[in-house]
């Protein structure tokens, strides 16, 4: 995870924050702090502070360690410091989507300020040439894809919008519609819109996404609708079967 994070820092010329959350525990009213978790978090304090000076030489680097937890820390120190991305990793858990319920990973991706970036535990750094986007076709605000436009302008990738459908039918006028525009957005760099029928949209678009050697696979997090469904049920499900390709998730609000 930290040499993919360095590797994506500078491809995007970005400063980077390594950032470490101690859990606080339930504590009784009469205790101020529980001192094994001061020690615990001193001891992250230095290790962060030793990490940071390593890196240093490849990427600006910071680092900070504090007491919360980890979601909500990791959301409010993004809004704090305006920062651009969020990177974590993760285990992933087969085809096994209530083990990343709740998790750190999955409670960040739903309330992220800012563009995420979800990374295979392992996965090693290649350069985005490809980037498959994972397209609804509802009414989407042309703000949202400008972290993703301004990646694919930086990295030289080709993004391949993706609609999967689980039906033998033909797109209805207004997926149609929303298709021409998502184009003609995308016309900055470039880009091709592709339609997959699949009984299962996660695992069309898990496979879509391996057969094209994809560098990362983005999906804007909806708050409403359909996607909104398949963001808190079925992305949760994304993050853990791609063993293999990175998930950007694009915030539909701040």
């Known amino acids: 995870g930290i040499h993919y994070a360095v590797a994506f820092a500078k491809t995007v010329n970005a400063r980077l924050l390594l950032a470490y959350f101690e859990p606080v525990p339930y504590l009784d009213p009469d205790t101020f702090i529980a001192e094994p978790m001061v020690e615990s978090l001193e001891e992250g304090r230095r290790q962060l502070a030793e990490l940071a000076g390593q890196l240093s030489a490849d990427v600006p680097c910071d680092h900070l360690a504090q007491a ?18 969020i990177l974590m990793t993760t285990k992933g858990a087969g085809n096994k989507p209530e083990v990343l319920v709740g998790s750190v990973a999955a409670e960040v991706a739903a309330h992220t300020p800012c563009p995420m970036l979800i990374v295979p535990q392992g996965f090693r750094f290649k350069p985005i040439d490809k980037i498959v986007l994972a397209a609804d076709l509802e009414a989407t605000d042309r703000r949202l894809l400008t972290p993703l436009i301004s990646l694919a302008k930086t990295t030289n990738a080709q993004v391949t919008a993706l ?6 039918t033909g797109l209805d006028e207004k997926k149609a519609v929303e298709s021409v525009r998502l184009e003609e957005w995308l016309s900055d760099v470039p880009a091709t819109a592709h339609v997959l029928k699949h009984p299962d949209v996660q695992e069309g678009i898990d496979q879509f996404a391996n057969r094209q050697d994809a560098g990362l696979v983005a999906v804007i997090a909806r708050k409403h609708g359909f996607f909104a469904s398949l963001f808190h049920r ?21």
């Open 68 to 85: 919360g937890a980890a979601p909500d820390m990791i959301v409010a120190t993004a809004r704090e410091r305006h920062a651009d991305w």
């Open 163 to 168: 609609h999967v459908k689980t039906e033998d």
């Open 234 to 254: 079925s992305v949760v499900r994304l993050v853990t079967i791609y063993t293999t390709v990175p998930l950007m998730v694009i915030p539909e609000q701040a």
